[in-house]
């Protein structure tokens, strides 16, 4: 049996009372129900989605693209309620449906994931004829997109640890034609996951760096950093979402570090200048004129080196969670003896599947991460790459030193920086916003390496990346 595992919007359908329906008339509800399903069927094929199971009275479906789920859904419930509205006798199927974004196991016809179970819970909370979307789902679509929802906060969802933050999509009148509004220009929309759009380009010594482009607007470079993957990105709880919200208003462009994720694995060279190499070979590959480069952590100082290199190519400069400094040149003997104590960790123990050495790491980079943040993240540094580069990559990182480059860089720059970060400590992001001239610095709030979606700080970052680039 073939299987095929991807990040797609699950939708779940169910009918409302189909056991009371049956006991009025049983083989006139029966009809019905088929009748409806066949409509969110037909509904579903039309906007882009496949139906890949019809269960007694229960429909599981999926798409690509979050505007065409919402869009289907909308269409779906205004033609079901027309339908229903021509029936003199009062057996008339009315629907709910969940939607929920997630990684599925798709077999045949079958479907099976963590993605699954929640849409299913989530169409539970809905009412008669109603849509409840998980946030993700909502964050997914592009505000440009004329949906009204209502947020039903913080939701407890049996099975799952973590509160689940869900919305209504209302149903306003003429939600028709607002759905076909909505299907023509989700056409522009980019798919959640594309493996099409993975490409490849060359760097100066001919390691194949993997790429990828999303969203529409003003070129935004996301500067590749260690553990990474272009593929399991978008499921990364502390990653994904940077993504999905800023790809609403910029050109998303973001690629894989040598070494590391989708690009070349065996035999590279990882060293500084060679990253500073990629980042420039990936622009060129692009051809923009001028772009805004985004680089977290580590790739803070690639990014720096690169402005300073290319100055007339960057209108834009973000810094988030970065240093100037590795752990190695801060004069910090205790950081230098972390240093040392983390590479061995991972040269003994990142293969393992035993995820305990991987831990270390995922501690320290997302301290608030739930139990099942943190099982993902484990799993995901593995597939990231081999430990042997990662333990170069750690070594590298750790003997960066590009203050001396700082009082150079003269293009707007904003440095954001998470308080108790424990990667890269506030000093050095206070070093980096007092030394390149005219620097912004945005303080937040957490404890996280990169915040999650959760966080109470994470808005407070996205209004000042915006603002922040508003002049593009």
């Known amino acids: 049996m073939a299987t095929e595992t991807k990040l797609v919007v699950m939708l779940h359908a169910d009918i409302v009372g189909s056991t009371a329906l049956v006991q009025k008339d049983e083989r006139v509800s029966h009809e019905r129900i088929q009748d409806a399903f066949r409509r969110l069927s037909e509904t579903i094929s039309s906007h882009g989605g496949t139906t890949h199971e019809i269960r007694g009275d229960a429909l599981v479906a999926v798409f690509e693209r979050a505007s065409d789920a919402v869009a289907a859904a909308l269409a779906f419930q205004s033609a079901n309620a027309a339908a ?21 196991v798709i077999a045949d016809t079958t479907l099976t994931g963590v993605g699954v179970v929640l849409a299913q819970r989530l169409e539970q909370l809905a009412a008669p004829s109603g849509i409840v979307i998980q946030g993700a789902v909502q964050e997914a679509v592009p505000r440009r997109l004329p949906f009204e929802y209502i947020f039903l906060g913080e939701q407890s969802v049996k099975g799952f640890d973590d509160p689940i933050r869900a919305f209504s999509v209302a149903l306003t009148p003429g939600a028709d034609t607002l759905a076909a509004v909505a299907r ?4 522009t929309e980019i798919g959640l996951v594309d493996q099409s759009a993975v490409r490849y380009c060359l760097s100066g010594d001919g390691v194949s760096i993997a790429h990828a482009q999303v ?13 990474t993957h272009l593929e399991k990105d978008w499921e990364n709880p502390s990653w994904g979402h940077y993504l999905s919200h800023l790809a609403k208003d910029f050109t998303i462009i973001r690629y894989d570090q040598r070494g590391n994720g989708m690009s070349d694995w065996d035999d590279v060279d990882i060293s500084f200048d060679k990253m500073v190499d990629d980042l420039e070979s990936l622009i060129d590959c692009y051809e923009y004129e001028r772009v805004a480069i985004f680089g977290a952590s580590q790739a803070a100082s690639v990014s720096i080196a690169y402005t300073r290199r290319h100055p007339e190519r960057v209108s834009h400069l973000i810094l988030h969670g970065g240093y100037a400094r590795g752990r190695r040149r801060r004069g910090d003997p205790e950081a230098a003896a972390e240093s040392e104590a983390l590479v061995t960790l991972i040269r003994q123990g990142w293969g393992r599947d035993n995820p305990a050495f991987r831990q270390t790491m995922t501690s320290l980079f997302m301290p608030d991460a739930s139990q099942q943040e943190a099982a993902w993240f484990n799993e995901f540094q593995k597939a990231c790459g081999p430990g042997a580069n990662i333990a170069r990559f750690r070594q590298m990182f750790d003997e960066i030193d590009v203050t001396e480059l700082l009082d150079c860089i003269n293009v707007p720059t904003l440095v954001v920086h998470c308080v108790e970060d424990s990667v890269a400590p506030l000093s050095e992001g206070k070093l980096l916003a007092s030394r390149i001239p005219g620097a912004q610095f945005v303080t937040l709030n957490s404890k996280n390496h990169m915040m999650f979606e959760r966080d109470p700080e994470f808005p407070r970052f996205l209004h000042s990346v915006r603002n922040f680039l508003r002049s593009v």
């Not at 229903?84 to 599925?104: C, H």
């Not at 969203?215 to 553990?227: I, K």
């Open 84 to 104: 229903n509205q021509t029936l003199i006798d009062d057996i008339k199927p009315e629907v709910r449906i969940g939607m929920a974004l997630g990684e599925v």
């Open 215 to 227: 969203g529409e607007g003003y070129p935004l470079v996301l500067v590749g950093s260690w553990m």
């Open 184 to 187: 023509e220009a989700s056409r």
